[in-house]
Nanobody, 122 residues
């Protein structure tokens, strides 16, 4: 069973940047896809970005296109989410997930991390 550990969250000012990390136990190549989701208080969990472990194909939610970038490092079994030009609306708990399809829907993912808090505020 995969274990995923997120890190890199914190408090950042609007317009700032953060890089989240998702460290996987074992090889990320064992899973077809790795994704980032987020959940703000009172809202449903939503997909942010995902990447294929095989060919590096990516999908992004419209609200992060041009601002966030997902990359994978197969040597260290880590997936990163580089977040730039952050808005207060990006405030949420960000979760890493590993699964079997390249989608931005939670049903496609079998393993989840515990999450890391991102707060965008002045």
């Amino acid at each position: 069973q995969a274990q995923l550990v997120e890190s890199g969250g914190g408090l950042v000012q609007p317009g700032g940047s953060l890089r989240l990390s998702c460290a996987a136990s074992g090889s990320i190549s064992d899973y077809y896809s790795v994704a980032w989701f987020r959940q703000a208080p009172g809202l449903e969990r939503e997909g942010v970005a995902c990447i294929s472990s095989t060919d590096g194909d990516t999908l992004y939610a419209d609200f992060v296109k041009g601002r966030f970038t997902i990359v994978r490092d197969t040597a260290t079994n880590t997936v990163y989410l580089q977040m730039n030009s952050l808005f207060p609306d990006d405030t949420a708990v960000y979760y890493c997930a590993a699964g079997r399809v390249l989608v931005l829907w939670a049903w496609g993912y079998d393993y989840w991390g515990q999450g890391t808090q991102v707060t965008v505020s002045s």
